[in-house]
């Protein structure tokens, strides 16, 4: 019975991310043992190791099929190679990096490593950011749009951003569109675009331009921050 | 590009890229509020090329099979992988592929040509086709009782020299047997003699038992005369009558007399190689001893 829901589960896991999440948490001790095992030692879910083990264990739930013979051994096997994959890229990256080299966006990697006169900054700043999310969640929350809703119907194409940024220029440069969209909770459609094509565009898009409505309205100041090249230009 | 980190659950995150696009990442150990820029977006099933995908592997890998399968076996049939020389007098080489079926007969000879004249090789086997030339040069008579005939195996498969070699067991039993043919069959590294046991009738003149007839070989190291000559034979149509038995120069028989010109009998007299060596030998008046300049 328990092997059949097992079934079950692990087929909807397949295209639903949120049955694989739910998966992957129960048969967490599974996948802190198969690391274990392959490390010699204890593994914590801060171990890389650990997430790369987890990351098989999804692609385990997205390739298994019946004729793999059983899931956990599958699993196993996958967890394991990919582990050695990982140490192979390691032993590659180690050789050699210092400090002065360019880390992310160009910045010599020894201006990355903390200082510790920062870090207050950092937790704080960190709250702040916190604090702004969980207020946009609750808002779009109200809207009916969560943040999954968002990363699902994301724009792809670079012709829809380029439209959607043209709508959030005529919000900005509107301010009263903002307060109608907090009030009626709904998106000022009429106001927003021109044309009965803009129209199809953002009515496909009505999420992810509520959001995006949403986060220029006051209190998010660090999302927009972050968002500013998104953001940025004048109204057309 | 960085990533704000807005829901965390334990498999994923989703993340606010600095382009305004929100996507699921694997979580490697994220908070919410934090921002990343090293990010490995989450998998996903997407059915449809999943089943495309697996309904075109086998079909790739059954293409591909077939392909190379199809190629090396038109690459090995037009390709010579081992040739067997029949000698006879005709002599033809036949050659054939990897599965042995014959691509090509050359005639070495002018008899050869006529041996081979209105014979149809194409698609048949290398044994069956050296079983029918055996067969025709029979019936042309060009192999009898008494004849020789050689077999040489060239390849570079020592397996498909075996192979041929006992395929033709029965031939050659039948050859040596019912035939009286002397087969010789060389693999280029061995040289076989298959000589037919001679149905002797016991000779008044000679005292000598059956066996003996092997005492003066033409194979091996024992004497350096060939008695091929088909003149000088005991047996078969050209049966001279005289067995020499006796006259051996070697052995314990040994006559203390080697008798290249003088025991001539009439057949040596015909055709014998041996009377020029007589005739025309330098030995005696070698230049090395006369007129050599080396000895001042």
């Not at chain 1, 919000?171 to 307060?179: E, M, Q, R, S, V």
């Not at chain 1, 675009?193 to 995006?212: A, F, P």
């Not at chain 2, 209105?118 to 025709?136: F, W």
């Not at chain 2, 397996?159 to 047997?177: A, G, P, Q, S």
């Amino acid at each position: 019975m328990e092997e059949r829901q097992f079934t079950k589960d692990l087929k909807k896991a397949k295209t639903d991310i949120d049955v694989a999440d739910e998966l992957i948490r129960k048969y967490m001790p599974f996948i802190k043992a198969e690391t274990a095992k392959y490390l010699g030692h204890y593994a914590s879910e801060s171990d890389d190791e650990v997430s790369i083990a987890m990351i098989a264990f999804h692609e385990a739930i997205l390739n298994y099929d019946s004729d793999k013979g059983n899931f956990m051994h599958y699993a196993s096997m996958l967890i394991r190679s990919r582990l050695i994959d990982h140490d192979r890229k390691e032993v590659r990256h180690k050789a050699n990096i210092s400090l002065d080299e360019d880390g992310d966006d160009n910045d010599p990697l020894i201006n990355t490593i903390a200082d510790p006169s920062d870090k207050v900054d950092t937790n704080m700043r960190l709250e702040a950011t916190k604090e702004e999310i969980a207020e946009l969640a609750k808002v779009l929350n109200d809207f009916g749009v969560s943040f999954k809703d968002l990363s699902d119907h994301s724009p792809k194409q670079e012709r829809t951003m380029d439209m959607i940024k043209k709508v959030i220029q005529r919000a900005k440069a509107d301010t009263t569109i903002l307060d109608e969209l907090l009030e009626t909770k709904k998106l000022p459609l009429k106001r927003l675009v021109n044309d009965g094509g803009e129209r199809k565009t953002i009515e496909r898009h009505r999420k992810y331009v509520l959001g995006m409505l949403v986060i220029l309205t006051n209190g998010y100041e660090i999302i927009r921050g972050h968002l500013w090249h998104v953001l940025k230009g004048e109204a057309v | 590009m960085k990533y704000l980190v807005l829901e965390v659950h334990t498999l994923y995150c989703i993340v606010l890229a600095e382009d305004g696009s929100y996507l699921k990442v694997y979580n490697k150990g994220y908070e919410v509020g934090s921002f990343i820029s090293d990010i490995e977006i989450v998998k996903e099933a997407s059915e449809k090329p999943r089943s495309f995908k697996r309904a075109i592997y086998p079909i790739l890998a059954l293409a591909s099979v077939f392909i190379i399968t199809f190629g090396i076996y038109m690459f090995d049939a037009s390709r010579i992988y081992g040739s067997i020389y029949l000698d006879i007098n005709p002599s033809v080489r036949i050659d054939a592929s990897r599965n042995d079926t014959v691509i090509n007969i050359d005639a070495l000879n002018d008899d050869a040509d006529d041996l081979l004249e209105g014979y149809v090789y194409k698609g048949k086997d290398i044994d069956s086709v050296v079983d029918e030339l055996v067969d025709i040069a029979i019936a042309k008579g060009y192999l009898y009782a008494g004849s020789d005939i050689t077999f040489t195996f060239d390849s570079d498969d020592d397996t498909w020299k075996m192979t041929h070699r006992t395929n033709l067991d029965d031939k050659i039993n039948y050859l040596k047997e019912e035939l009286q043919v002397t087969i010789i069959i060389d693999d280029q590294e061995d040289v076989e003699y298959i000589i037919p046991e001679v149905d002797i009738k016991p000779s008044e003149e000679s005292e000598t038992t059956p066996d003996d007839t092997y005492v003066d070989t033409d194979y091996g190291v024992d004497d350096d005369v060939t008695d091929h000559g088909k003149d000088d034979t005991d047996y078969g149509p050209n049966n001279d009558g005289v067995t020499d038995y006796d006259d051996t120069d070697y052995g314990p028989n040994n006559d203390g007399v080697t008798d290249y010109s003088s025991d001539i009998d009439d057949g040596y007299s015909s055709s014998s190689n041996y009377e020029p060596v007589d005739s025309q030998s330098n030995y005696q008046n070698s230049n090395y001893e006369n007129s050599s300049n080396y000895d001042g």
